[in-house]
Structures are given as structure tokens and as C-alpha cells.
Nanobody
Framework: VQLQASGGGLVSEGGSLRLSCTGSGSRFSRSVVAWIRQAPGADREFVAAVSMRGDFTYYADSVNGRATISRDNARHTVTLQMNSTKPTDTAVYYC???????????????WGQGTQVTVSS
């Protein structure tokens, strides 16, 4: 599985961002896909995940109510929309997929290269 994340950049506090993850290989469409972020000097943090068919979504408390994750298996993409951004959302955002015991974790097997998101105050 190869994952390609895109859509990062500089966002003003309170603004919105939209990240996309494109996956190749049949495993992508048969896997839970998650967004995970890592701020400078911090551990990786689970952000959101979507089930194989897109019928279940999972969010970290830190983004719940501000983020929406969705997927389009026909286009092999998973999208993360985040509104009301905060400087604490600044991080490198990775998309990841695979079979995990706990969806709200960072234990995914396959990872993309990450995209930088910076929220300025």
C-alpha cells in the first residue's frame, strides 16, 4: 500500500483546512484509514479515522466537532476537513491505514509521507 497525503499549508487561526490522502492497492479500500499528526517535540497523536466502508468515523477529543473525515473508495481517497483551526493544530499530518486493535491509536502499519499544517494566530 502506498499513501500520498496532500493539502497542508499555512492557515489562519479560525480558518479551515482540507487534507486528502490517496491510496494505491486493494488493501487501502479494505482498511481503516486514519489521520495522525505529530507536533514538534511531541508524540504522534491520533486525529481521526474512517471505517472501510465509510459508515463509521472516529475522532480525537481535541478535534471532535471541528473535524470531518470521509472516504471515497471509488477514487481511493480519504479526506479530512477541519474547521475552526487552532495554533495547537499545527503539526505534520500523516495518513495511515491497516488493521489495528484500537482504531483511536497510532499503531497503523502503512503510512504516507506526511503534510505540514501550520495554523498562525
Amino acid at each position: 500500500v502506498q499513501l500520498q497525503a496532500s493539502g497542508g499549508g499555512l492557515v489562519s487561526e479560525g480558518g479551515s483546512l482540507r487534507l486528502s490522502c490517496t491510496g494505491s492497492g486493494s488493501r487501502f479500500s479494505r482498511s481503516v484509514v486514519a489521520w495522525i499528526r505529530q507536533a514538534p517535540g511531541a508524540d504522534r497523536e491520533f486525529v481521526a479515522a474512517v471505517s472501510m466502508r465509510g459508515d463509521f468515523t472516529y475522532y480525537a477529543d481535541s478535534v471532535n466537532g471541528r473535524a470531518t473525515i470521509s472516504r471515497d473508495n471509488a477514487r481511493h481517497t480519504v479526506t479530512l476537513q477541519m474547521n475552526s483551526t487552532k495554533p495547537t493544530d499545527t503539526a505534520v499530518y500523516y495518513c495511515a491505514c491497516g488493521t489495528v486493535r484500537e482504531v483511536r491509536s497510532t499503531s497503523y502499519v502503512f503510512w504516507g509521507q506526511g503534510t505540514q499544517v501550520t495554523v498562525s494566530s
